[in-house]
């Protein structure tokens, strides 16, 4: 979804609230690709903040249908996007040090239109987890049979010696009587 900046850019103390739709049904990463569950809308406040540049500040609501990282099974996993970014208008040359800021809002501006959909895309990036969890104490799944831990115990035995005792072991199975 783009969203025109161009009255904000150039009138100033221009301030504009609106609800945009983010489109996307799937998100795709390293990780692979993602199905959305449920969104809400994006709700932006667009505020001028000096000579050609605008402050994008938001949050929104994405619930995805991903999969415990010990267990395997399936969970929602709700992401509360808040975020705020500065974008710059694509005919500002900077003469102040600020090509880094242009650079970054390079990637979110198409011309005088902000890309919305980009700039959801690269917060749920930044608010990834590192691991995800059906509940804190998933026990996961048993590396024998792989039953999950979490239904019930299996009989398996998933006793892994230390191999530091190896060369021990060795000695006592060598001087066993028979």
């Given at each position: 979804m783009l969203v025109n900046l161009t009255d904000v850019f150039t009138n100033e103390?221009?301030?504009?609230?609106?609800?945009?739709?983010?489109?996307?049904?799937?998100?795709?990463?390293q990780l692979g690709?993602?199905?959305?569950?449920?969104?809400?809308?994006?709700?932006?406040?667009?505020?001028?903040?000096?000579?050609s540049k605008a402050l994008v500040q938001g949050n929104a609501k994405i619930t995805f249908?991903?999969?415990?990282?010990?267990?395997l099974r399936d969970v929602d996993y709700t992401f509360d996007l808040s975020f705020d970014s500065v974008v710059v208008?694509?005919?500002v040359i900077s003469d102040d040090g600020n090509e880094i800021e242009a650079e970054d809002s390079a990637v979110l501006m198409e011309g005088y239109h902000l890309?919305?959909?980009?700039?959801?895309?690269?917060?749920?990036?930044?608010?990834?987890?590192?691991?995800?969890?059906?509940?804190?104490?998933?026990?996961g799944i048993c590396k024998v049979c792989g039953k999950n831990r979490n239904d019930g115990d299996c009989s398996c035995d998933d006793f892994v010696p230390d191999p530091r005792m190896a060369a021990i072991k060795d000695l006592f199975n060598a001087n066993k009587e028979v």
């Open positions: 103390g221009q301030v504009q609230e609106l609800e945009v739709s983010y489109v996307p049904d799937t998100f795709t990463n690709t993602f199905s959305i569950r449920e969104k809400s809308p994006v709700a932006l406040k667009l505020s001028n903040i000096g000579q249908m991903l999969s415990c990282d010990r267990c208008s694509p005919d890309n919305v959909d980009e700039l959801i895309n690269n917060e749920l990036l930044l608010n990834w987890p590192m691991k995800i969890l059906c509940r804190e104490d998933c026990k």
